[in-house]
């Protein structure tokens, strides 16, 4: 189903879900699967991230310091992510922004961090419901994603990723149209051209907000929709290899 438009990638954030067996669900049915064009990745807890190193499946975590090491009980470095092979780091999701009060500055900070290890953040941006309702979604948008150009240069952005996930979607069960995400995701890569025309030809940008084997390839067919970053379905490894082939 690759249009020759970039390269899928379908994530999964199995947020503070999980647990050793799962992990091990996951690695065996994982064994030998091959996805065309798709990559993918798994977001585990920070503790199950060591279970997965060497098993083929690329490994992201959920969150990161802005800070280097030091004193900050309970946050990890990403010093640390790189010596457990982790590839990717989610940064702004809106329950990190909702739950411990992230503003914009904090998550530009922690994606230069990310970035600056040589890991791919995925910047993740969206509205409540009651910015929808008010017809101020690009406004919104336009605001978080404008933290990370302003504090970071466009040179140092050509491989990461956004994540748009509509926060009224995620978890709900109320997934946006594929025109409806489209029309978001469209917007998003033009805002990027305003920086880069290159740069949003070729940044990811995945759709994220109760996506399901059942829905995900009319949404994954969009023109300017390279993927998902998948919450709930992807706690079943049936659910979330078939999502992964719905992009292949
Ligand atoms: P959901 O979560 O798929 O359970 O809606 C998506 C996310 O928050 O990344």
Redesign the pocket.
């Known amino acids: 189903m690759n249009t020759g438009k970039r390269n899928y990638l379908v994530a999964g954030?199995w947020?503070m879900n999980g647990s050793r067996s799962l992990v091990n669900e996951f690695i065996d049915a994982f064994s030998g699967v091959k996805f065309n064009h798709v990559d993918v990745a798994l977001c585990p807890p920070s503790l199950y991230i060591p279970a997965f190193s060497g098993k083929g499946i690329a490994i992201g975590a959920q969150d990161v310091s802005h800070c280097d090491n030091g004193a900050h009980t309970g946050d990890l470095s990403v010093s640390m992510l790189t010596e457990f092979d982790c590839k990717y780091c989610i940064v702004g999701?809106?329950?990190r922004r909702e739950d411990h009060g992230e503003s914009s500055r904090t998550v530009a900070e922690k994606a230069r961090k990310v970035i600056e290890a040589g890991l791919i953040p995925i910047i993740c941006c969206g509205e409540p419901l009651s910015v929808r309702e008010n017809g101020n979604v690009n406004e919104f948008v336009e605001s978080q994603l404008q933290a990370i150009f302003d504090l970071i240069d466009v040179k140092n952005l050509q491989n990461a990723v956004i994540?748009y996930?509509p926060i009224w979607?995620?978890?709900?069960g109320k997934t946006a149209s594929p025109q409806e995400a489209q029309d978001v995701h469209g917007f998003i890569r033009s805002y990027v051209a305003t920086k880069d025309a290159s740069l949003a030809a070729r940044i990811q940008i995945l759709y994220?907000?109760?996506?399901k084997p059942d829905n995900a390839k009319e949404l994954f067919a969009q023109p300017d929709i390279d993927g998902g970053?998948?919450?709930?379905?992807s706690l079943k490894a049936k659910d979330f290899i078939s999502i992964c082939q719905a992009a292949s």
């Open positions: 954030n947020k999701h809106s329950e994540a996930e979607a995620i978890g709900t994220g907000g109760s996506v970053l998948i919450g709930g379905a």
